[in-house]
Nanobody, 118 residues
Framework: QVQLVESGGGLVQPGGSLRLSCAAS????????MGWYRQAPGKERELVAR???????NYADSVKGRFTISRDNAKNTVYLQMNSLTPEDTGVYSC????????????WGQGTQVTVSL
């Protein structure tokens, strides 16, 4: 069992930046995948960025070059640095982790709201 707690969301103007944090209740060193998803109003949830235990990353095309995902194993925390934000980045951002064992274990945080607006 893993509890994930997100923080860092809020209201920001277009062009601004935010850093989201996802704190895990246990060591993330061996967690296979950790990622950030978002759900905009009226839309399905989509993958924003994901990082493997080895540090490999992948991003949605819409955020490449603007967002950076990173992990600090010592703090059991994953971050999402978001720069050059646009109103299209508005949504609820949720942290996810996947652990590959005898089966796939999938855990989610409660989410944090990000609103990009004047």
């Amino acid at each position: 069992q893993v509890q994930l707690v997100e923080s860092g969301g809020g209201l920001v103007q277009p062009g601004g930046s935010l850093r989201l944090s996802c704190a895990a209740s246990r060591s993330i060193f061996s967690i296979n995948y950790m990622g950030w998803y978002r759900q905009a109003p009226g839309k399905e949830r989509e993958l924003v960025a994901r990082i493997t235990s080895a540090g490999s990353t992948n991003y949605a095309d819409s955020v490449k070059g603007r967002f950076t995902i990173s992990r600090d194993n010592a703090k059991n925390t994953v971050y999402l640095q978001m720069n050059s934000l646009t109103p299209e980045d508005t949504g609820v951002y949720s942290c996810n982790c996947e652990i590959l064992g005898d089966k796939l274990y999938d855990y989610w945080g409660q989410g944090t709201q990000v609103t990009v607006s004047l």
